[in-house]
C-alpha cells in the first residue's frame, strides 16, 4: 500500500524550478493553486500565462483513484485502450457496492456474496494493470486516499465528485468521468479548462459547537451549487491555519457541493502533524523542504483581492453551527433559526435518524467529538430520542476508535455501525419502511442531500450538518434543536444541557489497524486472464460506438424537455441501478427516468413521436434507435451536475440520442458527453428553451462546418409546420472535436491517434 515517496520526491524536485519560472511567465505572485497548476503542465516548464476561465491546458496529474462503482466502467474502458500497466500510480476502492442495513460485518459479508463478481473483476483487472486494489471494507476512497496517499502540492483526479477531499491535504484533486481517468492511464494528457479562483479568508478561529463543516455549510449558503463552477476554491488565513488537516478535508470536499472544479489549503502545521500521524513522515519532510512553493506567495494572502476573482471572508469565531437542506446542500440555515425556518416550511420537527460519518466527515476529530456527546447520554441520564448510525471512513479510523472506546460508546446509545463504506450516503440503505415513502426527516453528516440520495424515500427530508451536531439533534430527537441554548429533559425529569463537543485532532495513541484490506498488484501481470461471463448480467465488455459520418443531424426528434434540476442522479440513478455499473445496456435501463418532463411535470413519461403514445424515457428512445431515428435531450440550468458518472452521458449514447442541449451544463457531465462522441450545446439565448415544443423535429444545418468557436444554428420544425431558427454554442476545441469525429475518445485513444 505504501505511498510512492519516490514519485513524490521528483514532483518536489521539479517543483522549485518550475513554480519559478511561472511566477516570471505569469508576472506576478501566485496562488497556490496556480502553482499546482503551473508545476503539472503536461509540457514541462510554463512558457504561457493562461487565461482563467477561458485557456484549455494539458496537465499531468500523478495520482488516480477509482471507486468500484466507476471503476467498472474505467477498467473496461482501459482495457479496450491496449496497453499493458497503468502510467500513473492508481487504485481502485470497494466502497460503493456494499448496502447498509444491520451493520457492518453482515452487511459486509452479503455485499462480498452479491457482489462477489464485480469485485473479483475489478481485483484481477487491478493485479494484471498495475493498480492497487482495495477491498470491500477497507475504507471509502477519500479517507482512505487522504490517510495513504494524498500528499501537499500533489494534483490527482479520481473517478468520484469528492475526490476534491485531499484539498484537504493541499492537493489540486480533481473528481473526473471515468473516460478522463482512462486517458490518464493510458498515458495521455488530461485536459481541463485553467479554473478561475475563488479565495476564502478564514478569520477568528473555530471553537464549540463550530465546526470545519459549518465553513463549508455557510460557503454553500453564499456560492448556492453552481457558485463554485469553474473555479478553484483556495482557503487561507489564521482560521484556516488553526484548523485540523481532517477538517480541511471535509471543508474540501464539500467544494463539490457548490461545484466548484476543486478546493484546497496552504500546507501548514496540521498537515505535517497528520503526515506523522499517518505513517508518512518522509512526506511530511520533503514537503517542508519546499514548503514556500506549498502555499501561496506572501502578497497573495495580504490582498486577496489583486490575485483572486471572488474573494469570500469569514469569522470562523462568529460563525455558527449550521444544518443544510432539505434537497439541496445549500440552503443554509443557522442553528438559532431553524425553530423558525423549520415552522415557516412545516418541516417535519421529528427526526427519525441521525447519521454520522461517511468520506466527508469521519475522521478521529469527528468522531472523538461526537463521542464525547454520545457519552454524556448516561452521564446526565438522557435517552437518544432517533435511531443513530455510523459509518467509519477506513478501517484505520474503525479500528483506532474501537480501540479507543468510542464505538463502545456509540453503541450504548443504541447506534449501529455499518461497513467502511458508502452505504446510506449514496442510497446503499436498505431502511426499513422507506418503501412506504412517508414524510419523514433525517439529519445526516454527509455532504449531499438531494431527494431519495440516503433512503430512496423521495419523501425522506434530509439535513446535512457536523458530526456534533447530527449527534445532539439524534439524542434530542428534534430538528430544532439548539444544543447551544436548549435544554433536554433526562430520566429523573431534571432539565440538562449537553456540555460541548471535545475531541482530538489526531489519536493519542497513534492509529493502528489490523488488516488494512489492500492487495498490492502484481510485478508482472501479464499472463493474468481477466474474465467476464458473456451471460453476466453486471459486466459486459464495451463495443466501440460509431464514428460521426460527418453529415448534418435531420430529423431529429426530442426525446426529453427536462424540467428544472437534472443532476446525474436523474439522468443515471443510482441506488439499485449501481447494480449494472459495469453493463452499458443493462444501465441504460434507467436513462433519464429521474427527470421531470417539462410538458406535464411526471418523471419519465415522455410522447414517442412515432405512435402519439407515451411511456417511459428508456423504452421510447430504444424505439427511435431501432426506428433509425436520431434524438435530442433538451435540459435547463447547470444540466448534469452532482456526481461524476460517464454513465450519465454513456447511456444516452449508447441508446442513440446525439445531442444535449441545455441553458448551461455542469463541467465534469459536458466533458463526459464531449468523450462519449455526444454533441453537447447550449442554448446561444437561454430563452430558446421556451421556444423547443413537444413533438419538435430538429435539424443541424450547419454541423458539417462543425469548429472550434463556431455556433451550430438549429432548425426547429414545429408540428403545424412552422420553424423557428436558433444558436446553440458550444466548447469543443479542436481535440474535442476530433473525439466526435471518431464516434469517442477512447475510439482515437485505440486506433493510436490520440
Ligand atoms: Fe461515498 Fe458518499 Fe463519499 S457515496 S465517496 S461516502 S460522498
Known sequence: ??????????????????????????????????????????????????????????????????????????????????????????????????????????????????????????????????????????????????????????????????????????????????????????????????????????????????????????????????????????????GAEAMSCTGKGTICNMGAEVGATTSTFGYDASMDRYLRSTGRADVADAANNVKEYLTADPEVYASPEQYFDQVIEINLSELEPHLNGPFTPDLATPISKMKEAAKENDWP?????????????????????????????SDKKLKTKSSFTITPGSEQVRYTIERDGFIDTFNKIGATVFANACGPCIGMWDREGSEKEERNTIVHSFNRNFAKRADGNPNTLA??????????????????????????????????????????????????????????????????????????????????????????????????????????????????????????????????????????????????????????????????????IPTVVVGDHNYGEGSSREHAAMEPRHLGVKVVLVKSFARIHETNLKKQGMLALTFANEADYDLIQEDDTFNFVDLEGFAPGKDVTIELVHSDGSKDVIKANHSYNKGQIAWFRAGSALNLIAAGNA
Request: glycine content about 12%; aromatic content about 8%; charged content about 20%.
Open 1 to 238: 500500500m505504501a505511498f510512492d515517496i519516490d514519485m513524490i520526491q521528483k514532483v518536489y524536485a521539479g517543483i522549485t524550478e518550475r513554480v519559478d519560472k511561472a511566477r516570471e511567465v505569469v508576472g506576478k505572485p501566485l496562488t497556490l493553486s496556480e502553482k499546482i497548476l503551473y508545476a503539472h503542465l503536461w509540457d514541462g516548464n510554463p512558457t504561457t500565462a493562461f487565461e482563467r476561465g477561458t485557456d484549455y491546458v494539458d496537465f499531468a496529474p500523478d495520482r488516480i483513484a477509482c471507486q468500484d462503482a466507476t471503476a467498472q466502467m474505467a477498467l473496461l474502458q482501459f482495457m479496450r485502450a491496449g496497453k499493458p500497466k497503468v502510467a500513473v500510480p492508481t487504485t481502485v476502492h470497494c466502497d460503493h457496492l456494499i448496502q447498509a442495513k444491520v451493520g457492518a460485518d453482515k452487511d459486509l459479508k452479503r455485499a462480498n456474496e452479491t457482489s462477489n463478481e464485480v469485485f473479483d473483476f475489478l481485483g484481477s483487472v487491478s493485479n494484471k494493470y498495475g493498480i492497487g486494489f482495495w477491498k470491500p471494507g477497507a475504507g471509502i476512497i477519500h479517507q482512505v486516499v487522504l490517510e495513504n496517499y494524498a500528499f501537499p502540492g500533489g494534483m490527482m483526479i479520481g473517478t468520484d465528485s469528492h475526490t476534491v477531499n485531499a484539498g484537504g491535504l493541499g492537493m489540486i484533486a480533481i473528481g473526473v468521468g471515468g473516460a478522463d481517468a482512462v486517458d490518464v492511464m493510458a498515458g495521455m494528457p488530461w485536459e481541463l479548462k485553467f479554473p478561475k479562483l475563488i479565495g476564502v479568508k478564514l478569520t477568528g478561529k473555530l471553537s464549540g459547537w463550530t465546526a470545519p463543516k459549518d465553513v463549508i455549510l455557510k460557503v454553500a449558503g453564499i456560492l448556492t451549487v453552481k457558485g463554485g463552477t469553474g473555479a478553484i476554491i483556495e482557503y487561507f488565513g489564521e
Open 349 to 377: 420537527l421529528k427526526v427519525e435518524y441521525g447519521l454520522i460519518g461517511s468520506c466527508t466527515n469521519s475522521s478521529y476529530e469527528d468522531i472523538s467529538r461526537a463521542a464525547s456527546l454520545a457519552k454524556q447520554v
Open 463 to 628: 439535513f446535512v450538518g457536523s458530526p456534533e451536531l447530527v449527534t445532539a439533534i439524534a439524542i434530542s430527537g428534534r430538528l430544532d434543536f439548539n444544543p447551544l441554548k436548549d435544554k433536554l429533559i433526562n430520566e429523573d425529569g431534571e432539565e440538562v444541557m449537553l456540555d460541548e463537543p471535545r475531541g482530538y485532532e489526531l489519536p493519542p495513541e497513534g492509529f493502528a489497524v489490523e488488516d488494512a484490506g489492500y492487495q498490492a498488484p502484481a510485478e508482472d501481470g501479464s499472463g493474468i486472464n481477466v474474465v467476464v461471463s458473456p451471460t453476466s448480467e453486471r459486466l459486459e465488455l464495451l463495443k466501440p460506438f460509431a464514428p460521426w459520418d460527418g453529415k448534418n443531424i435531420t430529423g431529429a426528434r426530442l426525446l426529453i424537455k427536462a424540467f428544472g434540476k437534472c443532476t446525474t442522479d436523474h439522468i443515471s440513478m443510482a441506488g439499485p441501478w449501481l447494480r449494472y455499473r459495469g453493463h452499458l445496456d443493462n444501465i441504460s435501463n434507467n436513462c433519464l427516468i429521474g427527470a421531470v418532463n417539462a410538458y406535464n411535470m411526471k418523471t419519465n413519461f415522455v410522447k414517442n413521436q412515432l405512435n402519439g403514445e407515451y411511456g417511459g424515457v428508456p423504452d421510447t428512445q430504444r424505439e427511435y434507435k431501432a426506428a433509425g
